[in-house]
């Protein structure tokens, strides 16, 4: 009763800014970017550091530019999140230009799954707006990392459930796969696949933004088992709270056809190029690179 109430309060707060008209939300959102950047120093280390990294051609003070633009845009992306509360398809539909949803459609005639790779990349929340794009198939579901916090779980699964899609959870993604297989033949599910992977699947790495990069295969593992084919969702951020998200069919080259696999490294190699078009827009506050920069200090302490 009292984890009901607490849940019911936060979402009752999120319900207020909610309300506002989204040019008031960006608004806020520069206020928020200063408090986050400029006070709290959320994470500037890392950001600076990842950008470093993988952008070491650039100046430095390009890459503050770039660092800047980042915070905008992930206050950006928390309010338009937040926003998803209350908010129109018919605005949505304004906001969100879907390109290529015939290549889902190809692959749901074949009597086949869809599996649709995606990245921490604009505004991911909004990602499930792209099943406007495509008649078929009929179920479209996001596979996605539960919060530790459960008031905050809830909180995001009723954000998520503006578009009615199907919310997996990880450990569930297998056995809920293979059981929607058998009864409903094809269908959509999204993988966000650029997080930092855990347990064995960190053992599988390839070249991403100029460094060896652990990847996680779930994505093409669950595929295979399936029979699904696979796709990426390209995004390009127009402006503010508005997006072009185009449908992208994976073609692995010959040398990532040795590879094991190949769908994944194919994507991670799209992704790059999505990131490098504008970098502002992915999320460089994630600690994707954490146990790459614990094996390089580890090696440097040894020498």
Request: glycine share 6%.
């Amino acid at each position: 009763m009292f984890d009901k109430l607490k849940y019911l309060l936060v979402k009752g707060l999120f319900m207020l800014p909610a309300m506002l008209p989204l040019p008031v939300l960006h608004g806020l959102s520069r206020i928020l970017r200063f408090i986050i950047y400029s006070v709290l120093r959320y994470r500037v280390k890392v950001v600076r550091k990842n950008l470093r990294n993988a952008l070491p051609e650039l100046s430095e003070a390009e890459r503050r530019r770039i660092e800047r633009r980042f915070y905008l845009h992930l206050c950006d992306c928390i309010v338009e999140s937040v926003k998803l509360l209350c908010i129109s398809d018919k605005a949505l539909n304004r906001r969100v230009e879907v390109v290529n949803g015939q290549a889902v459609e190809r692959i749901a005639r074949e009597g086949r799954p869809v599996v649709l790779f995606i990245g921490h990349y604009g505004c991911w929340e909004w990602v499930p707006a792209a099943a406007r794009g495509y008649s078929m198939p009929e179920i479209t579901g996001e596979i996605f990392r539960p919060l530790s916090n459960e008031v905050m779980n809830r909180v995001m699964h009723s954000i998520r459930s503006h578009f009615n899609t199907l919310q997996i959870p990880q450990q569930r993604a297998f056995r809920e796969l293979l059981r929607l297989r058998r009864d409903k033949g094809t269908f959509l599910i999204g993988f966000l696949s650029d997080q930092r992977p855990r347990g064995p699947q960190a053992h599988h790495s390839t070249m991403f933004m100029g460094r060896m990069t652990s990847y996680a295969a779930g994505g093409e593992e669950i595929g295979r088992r399936i029979d699904a084919g696979y796709l990426y969702l390209d995004i390009e951020k127009r402006a503010r709270g508005r997006y072009t998200m185009t449908f992208t069919e994976l073609h692995p080259t010959e040398e990532e056809m040795r590879s094991e696999y190949p769908y994944t490294i194919c994507y991670m190699r799209h992704l790059e190029q999505t990131i490098r078009r504008a970098p502002e827009y992915w999320l460089w506050s994630h600690k994707r690179w954490k146990f790459e920069d614990r094996a390089a200090e580890a090696a440097q302490g040894d020498a």
